[in-house]
C-alpha cells in the first residue's frame, strides 16, 4: 500500500506562482510513474503533467511552457512548479502513482487563481 501526502495548495493572484509536492510513502518498491491531475468545479478530472521513471514527461497543452514536473527518487516525492497561473487554473490538484500495476490517488489540494 502507497500512502500519498500532498501540499503546496493555496490562493494566489493572476500571474502568480506555487509549488506543489506529493510525498509517497508505506509498500514502495517501484513508482512507474509519478504526476498530477486536477478537477476544476463541474467539470472532470484531467492530467496536468506526468514524469515517468525514465525521465519522460508530459504535459496537457494547456499547462505546456507554464508547469513544470519534476522528482526526487530518493525522496519518493514528485513537484509541480506552477507559474503564469491563470484563473482557470482554479482547481483541486491530485497527485497520481502508479506502482506495479496500480493507481494511487492524494487527497488533493485547493489551488485557486484569483485576484
Known amino acids: 500500500q502507497v500512502q500519498l501526502v500532498e501540499s503546496g495548495g493555496d490562493l494566489v493572484q493572476p500571474g502568480g506562482s506555487l509549488r506543489l509536492s506529493c510525498a509517497a510513502s508505506?509498500?514502495?518498491?517501484?513508482?512507474?510513474?509519478m504526476g498530477w491531475y486536477r478537477q476544476a468545479p463541474g467539470k472532470q478530472r484531467e492530467l496536468v503533467a506526468t514524469?515517468?521513471?525514465?525521465?519522460?514527461?508530459n504535459y496537457a497543452d494547456s499547462v505546456k511552457g507554464r508547469f513544470t514536473i519534476s522528482r526526487d527518487n530518493a525522496k519518493n516525492t514528485v513537484y509541480l512548479q506552477m507559474n503564469s497561473l491563470k484563473p482557470e487554473d482554479t482547481a483541486v490538484y491530485y497527485c497520481y502513482v502508479f506502482s506495479l500495476g496500480i493507481n494511487y490517488w492524494g487527497q488533493g489540494t485547493q489551488v485557486t487563481v484569483s485576484s
Open positions: 514524469h515517468t521513471r525514465s525521465n519522460n514527461t
Open positions: 508505506g509498500s514502495i518498491f517501484r513508482i512507474d510513474l
